[in-house]
Every structure is written in structure tokens, then in C-alpha cells.
């Protein structure tokens, strides 16, 4: 079950035998505030949090996360697919509220579609993939990859994924630390592909 913030904030606060008094005096915030707060019959700025989070010697993000919601669920139809004759799609199943140090992907890559393309950077990557074929390019080796095989490799290689075969190929894409700029890879993958077709249609 997840907590509301003023659950939260409640839970914090007994964890730490605070009364509603004790903690506004160390947040220099009202008592009668803070029970309005903890009651969810407020929504509090992002001072007052601040505040809050600062009298309970926590992060702020801490007053958001707890045990009990760290689950992050993503359904089968999550999915989305980018417009036009190429169809790439992807789903994020990881969440930024639960996922700190890790962010996980399905990917499914269509056959012809361009390379993805990802600059090295410091981390890691886990790619496994569920069907089709996938193409990879590490520092340019070739390395091909079918239905059941997986990859682990240091991200601070130059590298790039393509869909392998003359079916679509579905992957888990794994990245740790989350990689900001797989979206707009993708974005640019799309637009690399419709520039290739409005080529081939205009000799």
C-alpha cells in the first residue's frame, strides 16, 4: 500500500518519538499546520517539506519513498510506439521514484530500422533479449545476439543496438546509472529513418 505524504511525515515523525510540538519547534512551523499537513488536509509547499524533511534529519526524497512503495508496475499494454513506418516502441519499467541507480527498458527494434547509437559514458549495461535477432556494435566489433542470449558490458565503450534479423526483435535494456538521453535516441532514430524513406522516394 502506498502512504500518502502525510502518512509519511507522520511515521517519520514517531519513528523518532517527535510529537506534533517537538517537530514544529525543531521545523519552526506550526503545530496546528503540521497536523493539517499529516492529516492530508493540506497540501504543503515545497518549503514546508524542506522544513519538515530537515527537523527529521532525512532527504526530502525520503518523505516521499518508503518500504512500501518501492514497486513500480508496467502492464504489457505500456508500450509506446513512435508514429510512422518505422515502428519502434518501448515501455520504461522502472520508475524515477523507485528506480535510483537502475533504469530498465523493453525495447522492440524493427527490422531495418538505423542503429541506436549511445556515446560511452560511466556505467554499465545488461541487455537480454527475448526474440528476434539483435545487432550490436561495441568500440565497432560485431557481436549478434538471438532469443535467450544476454550482454554485460562496460559502458564507457562507444556502442550501438539494431534490430538483427527480418523480424522485429524485443530486448531488456538495462542502464546503470539511468541513462538521460534514451528517449531522444530513440526521437532521432525516427527521424534518421524517415529521412532514409523520403530518399529512397525521391531519387
Known sequence: MIES???RIKALRRQRNLTLAGLAEQSNLSASHLS???RDKTTPSLMTLSSIAQALDVSLRDLFDSEDNQLHLT???GAEPLPGPVALAWSQLTSPATGRDLEVHRLTLPPGAPWLEFEPYSGEIVGFVLSGTLALRIDDEPVELAAGDSIHCDAR???RIRCG???PCTVVWCTSPPRPDLNAR???VLEQAMEELQ???NP
Open 5 to 7: 505524504i502525510g502518512k
Open 36 to 38: 493539517q499537513v499529516e
Open 75 to 77: 502492464r504489457a499494454t
Open 157 to 159: 565503450q562507444a556502442h
Open 165 to 167: 534479423g527480418e523480424t
Open 186 to 188: 530513440f526521437e532521432a
Open 199 to 201: 530518399l529512397m522516394s
